[in-house]
């Protein structure tokens, strides 16, 4: 794959970290790379990293696994919109945030109020690709992989689109996307 996107001078990313003045939060499907590019996006930034689901882990003391098989869907996405609330307290930083947690309505309205959004968006082929490198995903398990992946995209697609912002994550490297990102925020901003 070609590059076709060039890397910003430093003081181009300056004047563009002088411009961000909330949370960046990066959503989109699992499997999308937001954790990925989430941390490079921050090393090129200066800003911190944080990632939702490692942070809803670390405040339940369990995996998001059992989370889902204990104590359901619902109870999950509640502490997800907290913990992302409270992480949308700290300034100026990237977060990335689980695949469903855009798709609710309240955990949305707290991103829009308090960060900037940013969709990262790939194809069916890519992120099943990607997904089927890991087991521990709890909605999809115990399916067909692709028809779960193409029906859940197709689902939550109307609410990514709610994202000021959209980034495509394709097959090539994680750095072309966050070049992305840094040339869409340069213009939305």
């Known amino acids: 794959m070609r590059n076709t996107t060039s890397p910003p001078t430093e003081a181009s ?3 563009l970290r002088a411009r961000i003045t909330k949370p960046l939060v990066l959503v989109g499907m699992m499997g999308v790379g ?3 590019v989430g941390r490079k996006l921050a090393q090129m930034l200066e800003f911190d990293f944080f990632d939702a689901d490692d942070e809803i882990v670390e405040a339940a003391n369990m995996p998001i696994t059992d989370i889902f098989d204990t104590y359901g869907e619902a109870h999950f996405r509640d502490g997800e919109r907290r913990v992302i609330a409270r992480l949308l307290e700290k300034p100026t930083c990237i977060i990335a945030t689980g695949g469903g947690a855009f798709v609710e309505d309240e955990t949305r309205a707290v991103i829009a109020q308090h960060g900037i959004a940013i969709w990262l968006d790939s194809d069916v082929e890519t992120l099943v690709e990607r997904v089927s490198r890991n ?3 709890p909605l999809l398990r115990g399916g067909n992989i692709e028809h779960i992946v193409r029906t859940m995209k197709a689902d939550r697609e109307p609410f990514y689109k709610q994202a000021p912002i ?3 994550s394709d ?3 994680h750095s072309q996307t966050v070049l992305r990102i840094i040339k869409g ?4 901003l």
């Open 13 to 15: 990313l300056k004047a």
């Open 34 to 36: 937001k954790s990925t």
């Open 135 to 137: 087991n521990k995903r």
């Open 166 to 168: 959209r980034a495509i």
């Open 171 to 173: 097959g090539g490297p």
């Open 185 to 188: 925020l340069d213009k939305w």
